[in-house]
Structure formats: structure tokens, C-alpha cells
């Protein structure tokens, strides 16, 4: 019996390669090149070590991002499962005997290159969240039975993530989370209910699970001063360079914070604060547009989907891009605590990168079976 064409997709490889969005496409690699631009100032204009690496990184992600794509949303759907229970794996792996650097347990080193699973993770809780609810009435997600798994399978990387420790991608993961759970029609009052939860959480979670450095970050937050030669440097530092950036900026690496080494971390966690500086407030604002136009170009693509496990997909990897920029800008602007989070497609980093490209992927593979309905029972191959 011939199967239903809303069932599968019909269209061949050239097909699906015509049906990229490839507006969005270009809004990348042009996001990406001011990253490329800022790490080669970050390196006082070298392309080494960093700005050639992350060409390099960008070049593979687009070809992953390319074969992600054009993957049937059905197999994305079929092994949803499989890809979070690997991802739990490898967090596990850094649990036990992961790679120490810069106070953190966060890699695996496999040699060659070594991976960050947090990362990845945060792909595979999307993916997981988008199988379980793909087919789930309203109904069901009135029932706080129904949604005790997905929100358990949430905290258990959470857990693991914060142990690393890495606050902000377990924060960001439990947000991304959340808003698919949004997306998914849960009752406002589970919401206020769960707030209530992680209100009473706050006590034991600053005795027992953060690190001092940690606490020492939120209190830095609400007064940076105590500590400005400890956990206020970054963010006094980072604060003096968006300043001293004004309208139109120093140019082009002529900043006076990040080169004369006074701006830590420049070409990761505050690569924001360098190109503020070096371009000002103007050039600030033009990148952050070029965010939002990218944030617009994924929301409309995911919204566009008929299917419920393209539309989470979608939701859930467009909520993380937002999250991830948002945090980042915020914490150095010193409106939210430092965290670590890098800047997506500008800070140095190979995991981060080539798991947002994989996201991005998803996004357009979403958008090239936007119109294919995907029925209860197609995860078991009907």
C-alpha cells in the first residue's frame, strides 16, 4: 500500500538542497565573518591561533549543517531518543574522568581533538523534549503525570552540567526546556507551581551544589565593587571597554582594554565587550540586529511547519540561539551574573560552534518538511 505523501518526503536530494532557505544561509556566514574579523583582532591581527581555526570550524559546520538538513525529519524523529541517551553518556564520561581546564570539567579529550558535552546536549534535550510530546494531546500535558519524565530527563544533565560546574548551559538548558513545554500548551499553573519549586530549591542549592567561585559571582553581580581586583575584575573591565567604545569606537584593533590585556577572556566569553569597543555602540547595535534578523528568519521557519515535532524543533533550537546571545551580551553588560557562555558564531570555541550548526541544520530541515504532517506511530518506521 503506497504511503501517504504527508507521511514522507518525496523529494530527492537536489530537491531538498533547492528548498535551504539560503537567506538564512548567508545571514550566517556573514554573522560568522565578523567573528572571524574580531578573533584576528583579538590576536593583535594574526589569523593565529584563533581566527584561522574557527574558518576552518565554520567551513566543516556549514557541511554539517548542509547534510543535517536535507536528513528526512523522520529519522530525526526515529533516533531522538538514542542521540539524548549517547549525549547522557559522554556527560557521564566528563563526570568520571573528563578533562580539567581552566577550573572546570567540561571535555573529553579524544586525542585528536577533544569535545565539550554540555554542548551537544543541549541539541539531544531538544530533539528528546520534540519525540515526546510530538504526538501529545492537550490533554495529556494537563496531566502533571505526563510530564514528569521530560521534566526529570531535563534535570538529570542540569545536574551533571552544574557539577562540571557550567551554570549557564544548565540554566540555559532548563530555559530552553521550558519554553517548548510553553510551546507545548502546559497550564500556567504547573508554571507557577515550578517557580514556587525553584524558589524553595534556592537554600540548599547555594549550600550543598554551588562552587564558591560561583556564589562569589552572584554576589559580585549585585555589587561588583566588593571585589574589584577578585570576581568583580572581569565585569569592571568589561564595563570600562563598552565605555570607553562611545558612539563610533577606537577602529578596528585599536582598542585599548582588550589588546593591552586589561579585557579577560577576549576572544570567547567577551568578544562582545572587544568589538563594542573597537566599533562602538554603532557597531554594538548592527551586530545585535543581525541577531534579530536571524532570530526572526527562525521563528517564522518554525512556525511554518505543519508537524508538532518540526514546530518543537524549530521553537526549541530558536529559544536556545536567543538564550545563548541574550545571556552573553547581558553578562557583559553586567545585567545578569558572569556565567561563561560564548557568543554564537563569534567567540572562539569548536564544540560550541559546530553543535550550533548541527542546530541550525535541524532549523533548516525543519523548513524543507515544513509541509510534511507526521502522525502517531511514524517514530516506529509506519
Not at 569535545?115 to 534535550?125: G, L, N, T
Not at 568589561?238 to 577576549?266: D, N, T, V, Y
Request: aromatic fraction near 12%.
Amino acid at each position: 500500500m503506497a504511503k501517504s505523501p504527508f507521511r514522507q518526503s518525496d523529494m530527492n536530494l537536489g530537491q531538498r538542497l533547492w528548498q535551504i532557505n539560503w537567506s538564512f544561509v548567508l545571514l550566517i556566514s556573514i554573522t560568522a565573518s565578523i567573528g572571524f574579523g574580531m578573533l584576528y583582532s583579538a590576536a593583535n591581527g594574526s589569523f593565529d591561533p584563533w581566527a584561522s581555526r574557527q574558518m576552518l570550524r565554520f567551513i566543516a559546520g556549514v557541511f554539517l549543517m548542509l547534510i543535517v538538513a536535507v536528513i528526512d525529519i523522520h529519522v530525526w524523529l526515529r533516533y531522538a531518543y538514542l542521540i539524548y541517551l549517547i549525549s547522557l553518556l559522554l556527560l557521564l564520561v566528563v563526570e568520571f574522568s573528563g578533562t580539567i581546564g581552566m577550573g572546570a570539567q567540561r571535555w573529553i579529550d579524544l586525542g585528536v581533538f577533544t569535545i565539550q558535552p554540555s554542548e551537544i546536549m543541549k541539541i539531544s534535550i531538544i530533539l528528546l523534549l520534540a519525540r515526546y510530546f510530538y504526538a501529545s494531546r492537550l490533554e495529556d500535558v494537563s496531566r502533571i503525570s505526563h510530564l514528569l519524565m521530560p521534566i526529570l530527563l531535563m534535570v538529570i544533565p542540569a545536574v551533571l552540567i552544574v557539577r562540571q560546574p557550567d551554570l549557564g548551559t544548565s540554566v540555559l538548558l532548563i530555559a530552553t526546556g521550558i519554553a517548548m513545554l510553553f510551546v507545548v500548551g502546559v497550564r500556567i499553573w504547573m508554571f507557577i507551581l515550578g517557580a514556587f519549586v525553584t524558589i524553595g530549591a534556592i537554600i540548599p542549592l547555594w549550600q550543598f551544589v554551588l562552587r564558591d567561585y560561583q556564589k562569589a559571582r552572584l554576589l559580585t553581580f549585585i555589587n561588583p565593587e566588593r571585589d574589584p581586583l577578585g570576581a568583580g575584575y572581569h565585569i569592571l573591565q568589561s564595563k570600562i571597554a563598552l565605555g570607553s567604545g562611545g558612539l563610533f569606537g577606537k577602529g578596528f584593533m585599536g582598542g585599548s582594554q582588550s589588546h593591552l590585556s586589561f579585557l579577560p577572556e577576549k576572544q570567547t566569553d567577551f568578544i562582545f565587550t572587544m568589538l563594542a569597543e573597537e566599533f562602538g555602540l554603532v557597531g554594538g547595535l548592527l551586530l545585535i540586529a543581525l541577531y534579530i534578523l536571524l532570530l526572526v528568519y527562525a521563528f517564522v521557519m518554525s512556525l511554518r511547519c505543519r508537524s508538532q515535532f518540526g514546530r518543537l524543533i524549530g521553537i526549541g533550537v530558536s529559544t536556545s540561539f536567543f538564550l545563548n546571545v541574550f545571556v552573553n551580551i547581558a553578562m557583559v553588560m553586567g545585567l545578569v551574573p558572569v556565567v561563561g557562555m560564548p557568543l554564537p558564531l563569534i567567540s572562539y570555541g569548536g564544540t560550541a560552534m559546530l553543535t550550533l550548526m548541527f542546530s541550525f541544520g535541524l532549523l533548516l530541515c525543519v523548513y524543507i518538511h515544513r509541509d510534511v504532517q507526521i502522525s502517531p506511530g511514524s517514530a516506529d518506521g509506519d
